[in-house]
């Protein structure tokens, strides 16, 4: 068996949203999962396929699998097995130890999130945002609980910074009370 650095938590959180995205429930990630994650988003937030933003979230979601993809289908099958998922974020948790910083890429992510799920134009998520995109995502999590765990502040809003700092919390942590292991998934 190949060691790595991820510990047992790490190895969960990552296989948890590894099984979320893979909506067809193949085993693998396919450019189709993230692109069926985009329909059910868009209807969860009821866009039309002509409204901007719903092609803007299905362009996010093909980039997002492309960037995934690059940096993980080491096999070049097309496709992201979970140990090739699971080696990626190791490298991309190695990469955040060395520079203290968050990767442009998890930075536009989340800037795509607030850009794609803010339907009130605060530039901020709110609980019932967070809601529709959980529920669109297949998570059974309680999204109001979720959510009060993720607001810090407690100022009914989550900001860009905010969602960077709860990505990282993700990735990095290794107290399974953090609350940005709960943020991708709505539980653990």
Known sequence: ME???LTPLQVRKFSTLFAMYDVDGSGALTESDFREQARRIQQA????AEDR????????????FHRLA???????????SLPEFLRYFERQILVH????????????VCRDVIELIDQDGSQSLTVHEYARLL??????ADAAATFARLDRNQDGRLTLDELIALSLEFMMSDDPEAPGNFFYCGKL
Do not use: N
């Not at 937030?45 to 039309?48: A, H, I, Q, R």
């Not at 289908?73 to 992201?80: E, I, L, N, T």
């Open 3 to 5: 060691q790595t650095t």
């Open 45 to 48: 937030f009821g866009l039309s």
């Open 53 to 64: 933003r719903a092609r803007r979230l299905l362009e996010s979601r093909v980039d997002l």
């Open 70 to 80: 690059s940096g993980a289908d080491k096999d070049r099958d097309g496709s992201v």
């Open 97 to 108: 130890r060395a520079a203290h910083v968050a990767s442009p890429w998890l930075t536009q």
């Open 135 to 140: 529920q669109a995502m297949g998570s059974t």
